[in-house]
């Protein structure tokens, strides 16, 4: 080694199946303490066939990753550096191809006496799914300008490859694996798969441009097969309704569709609402962590800024403004400024009066809405007009007063009040304190009368949340001929009924009703067999307001009541299994521990709640086939293929156990003369089924013994000529053949002479080498015939005494399953011809048939075939014993005519 360059390398190829993609594989493994290893890390990207080929060294298991690829990697180890190159295709075999590493320690750890290991790592975990085709060794430096192209030069060699692909493509000059070829046809290795639409016509079929939907084509992959992928987001100015998830990932799928997109996107707000108040001048305080955002969704905080404040009537509760699709939602109250505190006009003349239960100087007392009560203070009088004045604060000023006071002089009567329209209602009088009484008797200075709400249609518009306000009643007085003030009270109409409230009877919804008064509040949450699918709400406060009830946000689904239905055996969840509510995921999956296996590739599924019903379950689990169904096949005359069985002549070598949905093609033993019951003689290459594929299909639940697809094809045993050749060697017969056989097939009409002297066979060169040929091969297929004639000089005879009416002039003997119809010898004497073999069906099994004349005697006896061995069943579940022997002899009593045999289930199985 010492005259050979530094470090060593090697070079492997493998096929790797599906399996590979999804889990962790490792393809060398140094075995040293530092475990030095070439990793393949299944790629994040869900794509099948696209795999991280990397390097992995050290105790701390450090990954440096290379590239993502498929079809084989080199890799150059000398004593600082670790050169790794992926490659597919020959023009990529250059030193570009791999990227170099310098990896700490590796010369001490690598030169230790030691055992590589390939396919798996040194403890025979992590090991490769699929078939290692080369690899080569060098103890010395590899050249990859040289020697890679070399080595896979050799590899197409040795597969008999005529082009190299691995794009996922079949390209001009490629060939393809599996592609409508036989197994003997197969020499390229490769994965095609069908191309997805191009880019545009898939931006065109869901209307990326009207929907303002684009890609991020520097994140995505360019190409279109299966494993590609784009990157979806919304146009500039435009923003997804899902705000936490801004892009989506669509990918070429293996069936040659793009996965349809989710995205929706949305128009963003002008300006973020902060400068939007100010450019209104709004009297709002804006925050929250979104206050400078203005994008589709965005939520912000609203309340009023200090020396403003709401209106009485309206609930001082968190309010929130949110941009849906390019405009701001409406806050849904003002902002009004405080007033100062009203003036002191002395109190010698005036007496000014608060709202009951309002206290000076606090925020109640000067803001939006509230007012002040003022009359003289007697010996002063109003000077005309209203005999007291009610002032109020209106956006940070207080109302003028109308009165004025002094010594007074006699007033003027006041006219007949006019009663308000409804739902207002007059509730007492100062001529009747307990009621309304007559308008009419009003009309001296001083009188009054109060006016209310009617309770059983609406309330005072300052109510809120509930409560009853304290200015629920305006006074309304006679002063210097006047009813002043005028009626400012606002009654507000009360909501519609319970049965009106919104989910009052709708299934799945709680309600706590309060009534249906202005500023009530009900509460609506989902029941016990619900639960809500609104975004952190799950109990939701309904306010009657201005005669109508707030729409609520609050939407229950449906719980699961149980879980879903499972077969007997076969399947178990998997992870959580008590969460039932809408939307809930249950995983289920196979079994493989009893040996269940999934009779697709989709080994999971995840079953999800929807509004009280699981998803429909599509996985199927089953055990896997057994062997003794193919065995018996194979001793039954018929030839197995299937990459599955590596040696189809040797039923020993089968699999002990074979997949669900494995398929194997089933074919006649042309080797030993069988053929499909439907052959045509005549035109042999147009049989129809010659081969048939079996699918297993698992074992089945109700009997266990079906696991194969039943073979529907009939194989039939060729037929000897040897006795019907004697006959044609008979000058007075002539035979006209017509059969298919080993060497072809022919319709001829050999003499005696050809027949007795055969020609020599022809050369198994050509498509029918029987054609040209004069002679009767030693075996013929089933359905070849022979058409027997007396020759010229020969008459028809009577086959016995008794025989009446016309003679038969001809008979025609098939070969059917292995056997010839007996010859009747309808010429005159013949010399003896051997009786065919059958075998007895009578227990008489022997009678003297004598020739008389050239024609064999009646035979009394019933003849018919052996039956074939009694099929092997399963030990574990059937017991089959022979209760009745057959008529065939000691020998053949097993399985003659009249056999009998009682097949019952073992201890522990039922029929089914």
């Known amino acids: 080694m010492a005259a050979l360059a530094p470090g060593w390398s090697f070079f492997i190829y493998v096929d790797v199946d599906g399996e590979t993609t999804t889990r962790r594989t490792v393809l060398f493994d140094s075995g040293t303490d530092s475990r030095f290893q070439i990793v393949i890390e299944p790629w994040p990207l869900r794509a099948i066939g696209k795999m991280k080929i990397g390097v992995q060294e050290g105790e701390n298991r450090e990954r440096r990753w290379m590239r993502r690829g498929s079809g084989g990697a080199t890799v150059k180890i000398e004593r600082q550096e670790v050169m790794v190159h992926i490659f597919r295709e020959l023009q990529e075999l250059t030193p570009q191809g791999g990227r170099l590493l310098v990896l700490k320690d590796t010369t001490a750890s690598l030169n230790q006496t030691e055992k590589f290991t390939i396919g798996c790592d040194a403890d025979d975990f992590n090991c490769l799914h699929g078939d290692v085709r080369l690899v080569t060794i060098r103890f010395r430096s590899f050249d990859p300008k040289t020697e890679v192209p070399l080595a896979v030069n050799d590899l197409n060699y040795i597969l008999g490859r005529t082009a190299i692909c691995g794009n996922g493509i079949v390209e001009p000059g490629e060939e393809c694996d599996g592609v409508d070829k036989t197994e003997a046809e197969t020499n390229c290795a490769c994965n095609c798969r069908k191309l997805c639409p191009p880019w545009g016509e898939y931006m065109e079929k869901y209307q990326f441009h009207d929907k303002h939907v684009t890609a991020d084509y520097a994140a995505g992959t360019e190409g279109r097969t299966a494993g590609d992928y784009r990157v979806l ?26 996965t349809p997109p989710e995205t929706v996107c949305k128009k963003d707000c002008a300006r973020p609402y902060r400068e939007e108040v100010i450019r209104q001048n709004l009297s709002y305080w804006v925050g929250g962590p979104e ?65 009951p239960g309002v206290y000076p100087n606090s925020p109640e007392s000067l803001q939006h809405m509230t007012y002040r009560n003022i009359t003289c203070v007697e010996p002063h009088a109003p000077a005309g007009g209203a005999s007291y004045s009610v002032v109020y604060c209106l956006h940070g000023q207080w109302t003028p007063r109308t009165i004025v006071c002094e010594y007074g002089c006699a007033a003027a009567p006041c006219s007949q009040y006019d009663a308000p329209p409804p739902p207002y209602l007059i509730l007492r009088t100062s001529r009747n304190p307990h009621g309304s009484g007559r308008l009419a008797d009003l009309v001296s200075q001083r009188d009054w009368l109060e006016v209310g709400c009617n309770p059983k249609e609406a309330v005072p518009a300052c109510r809120k949340e509930g409560v009853d306000c304290l200015a629920s009643t305006q006074l309304i007085w006679c002063l210097a001929g006047h009813w002043t003030p005028e009626l400012h009270l606002k009654c507000i109409y009360h909501c519609p009924g319970f049965d009106e409230f919104p989910l009052a009877k709708t299934l799945g919804y709680k309600v706590t009703y309060t009534g249906n008064k202005h500023g009530d509040s009900s509460t609506v949450e989902c029941d016990e067999t619900h639960n809500s699918v609104t975004p952190n709400v799950t109990r939701e406060t309904v306010r009657c307001e201005y005669g109508q009830y707030q729409t609520p946000r609050l939407t229950c689904r449906s719980k699961c009541l149980e879980s879903p239905a499972l077969p007997r055996e076969g399947m178990h969840f998997v992870g959580d299994t008590e969460n039932n509510n809408h939307g809930a995921i249950r995983s289920i999956a196979c079994d493989t521990d009893n040996g269940f296996q999934p009779m697709t590739g989709q080994a999971t599924e995840d079953l999800v709640c929807l509004d009280g019903h699981w998803s429909p379950r599509t996985l199927e689990c089953k055990r896997g086939c057994g062997r003794d169904y193919l065995v018996s096949l194979r001793k039954a005359n018929y030839t197995l293929r299937s990459p599955t069985l590596l040696k189809p002549d040797q039923p020993g070598t089968y699999p002990m156990s074979f997949k669900p949905m494995t398929v194997v093609s089933v074919g006649c033993d042309t080797g030993r003369g069988y053929r499909s019951s439907r052959l045509d003689v005549i035109n042999p290459l147009a049989v129809e089924q010659e081969r048939i594929n079996i699918t297993c299909l698992g074992e089945s639940s109700f009997d266990p013994n079906i696991q194969w697809d039943m073979v529907t094809l009939e194989c039939a045993a060729s037929c000897p000529t040897d006795a019907l050749q004697k006959v044609g060697r008979d000058p007075r017969y002539s035979e006209e053949w017509t059969y298919a056989s080993n060497i072809g097939h022919t319709s001829i009409t050999p003499t005696p002479q050809e027949l007795r002297n055969p020609p020599p066979l022809p050369d198994a060169k050509g498509p029918n080498p029987a054609a040209k040929w004069r002679g009767v091969p030693d075996f013929v297929y089933h359905n070849s015939q022979v058409r027997i004639q007396c020759a010229e000089g020969s008459t028809p005879r009577a086959i016995n005494a008794s025989s009446i009416g016309p003679l038969a002039s001809e008979e025609i003997l098939k070969c059917q399953f292995g056997f010839c119809t007996p010859h009747l010898g309808l010429c005159g004497q013949l010399s003896a011809i051997p009786f065919p073999l059958l075998f007895v069906h009578s227990e008489e099994n022997h009678e003297e048939i004598v020739c008389l004349d050239g024609l064999w005697g009646g035979r009394t006896l019933e003849f018919s075939k052996h039956c074939d061995p009694f099929p092997m069943l399963s030990i574990e579940r059937y017991k089959a014993e022979m209760v009745k022997g057959g008529t065939g002899g000691q020998a053949f009593r097993d399985r003659s005519f009249g056999a009998e045999y009682e097949v019952t289930c073992q201890k522990g199985f039922f029929p089914s």
Not at 235 to 258: A, H, N
Not at 326 to 353: N, R, S, W
């Open 291 to 355: 206050v400078n955002e203005k994008t589709h969704g965005t939520i912000v905080k609203v309340h009023c800024k200090g020396g403003a404040e709401v209106t009485i009537s309206i609930p001082r509760v968190e309010r929130t403004v949110k941009c849906i699709d390019g405009q701001y939602t409406i806050p849904g109250f003002h902002c009004e400024a405080y007033c100062q505190e009203y003036p002191d006009l002395g109190q010698m003349m005036y007496m000014v009066k608060l709202p």
């Open 233 to 258: 987001m919304c146009m500039p100015g435009y923003s997804s309704t899902r705000r936490y998830r801004k892009k989506e990932i669509v990918y070429c799928e293996p069936d040659g569709q793009w």
